[in-house]
């Protein structure tokens, strides 16, 4: 089955811009998604179809997808937007969803 | 404004069942997928399975791990979904979420709060 590959950790200074891989075979070709995890909070979407902001999400967050990576970006990074991020995406061969292990970011 | 509420969450034991149900409000239930994921304290997020809305044939779909043993509803004069959770396994403890997708689309744009099942003797 399908695999989404995110590193267990990222860590940058306050102001910098954050940028958080997904990798997977031939990934951009493929529909990826990004979710916010606070501790103890439910999971928030961020970025769908690779590039899209919902509502109420700042323009500092934003998505690209090309090639075997698939990125979310956070420009200005804030001491609150330190969680787990996961990528998600749609597995049409298996019919399965399917999420990366998740990414903690640190703001140091 | 959606809400997603899960409930029936709680402590069961091994081999025992359980059912959690997610009570859904302001949109329009019936149009949507409405799937379950969990999460393991300290792990990752991982989907457990999903229901199509009534128009795909209210098909469903289950992660491997729980497939024969979970089962997915929904009654849409209730907005109301179900987890029909069998044969329960000590690693199914987890927080369980339900969220709702336009089907086709599958990303998850409103989640519930989650309710906590633990399975233990």
């Known amino acids: 089955s399908y695999v989404l590959t995110q590193p267990p950790s990222v860590s940058v200074a306050p102001g910098k811009t954050a940028r958080i891989p997904c990798g997977g075979n031939?990934?951009?070709?493929?529909?990826v998604h990004w979710y916010q995890q606070k501790p103890g909070q439910a999971p928030v979407l961020v970025m769908y179809?690779?590039?899209d902001r919902p509502s109420g999400i700042p323009e500092r967050f934003s998505g690209s997808n090309s090639g075997n990576t698939a990125t979310l970006t956070i420009s200005g990074v804030e001491a609150g937007d330190e969680a787990d991020y996961y990528c998600?995406?749609?597995?049409?061969?298996?019919?399965?969803?399917?999420f990366g292990g998740g990414t903690t970011l640190t703001v140091l | 404004e959606v809400q997603l509420v899960e409930s029936g969450g709680g402590l069961a034991q091994p081999g025992r069942s359980l059912r959690l149900s997610c009570t859904a409000s302001g949109f329009t239930f019936g149009d949507s997928a409405m799937s379950w994921f969990r999460q393991a304290p300290g792990k990752g997020l991982e989907w457990v399975g999903f229901i199509r809305s009534r128009l795909y044939g209210e098909t469903t779909e289950y992660a491997a791990s729980v497939k024969g043993r979970f089962t997915v509803s929904r009654d849409d004069s209730k907005s109301i979904a179900y987890l029909q959770m069998n044969s329960l396994k000590t690693e199914d403890t987890a927080v369980y979420y339900c969220?709702?997708?336009?089907?086709?689309?599958?990303?998850?744009?409103?989640w519930g709060q989650g309710t906590l099942v633990t399975v233990s003797s």
């Open positions: 969220t709702r997708d336009i089907t086709g689309t599958y990303y998850f744009d409103y």
């Open positions: 998600q995406m749609w597995d049409s061969n298996s019919d399965h969803v399917i």
């Open positions: 031939n990934i951009g070709s493929k529909s």
């Open positions: 179809f690779d590039r």
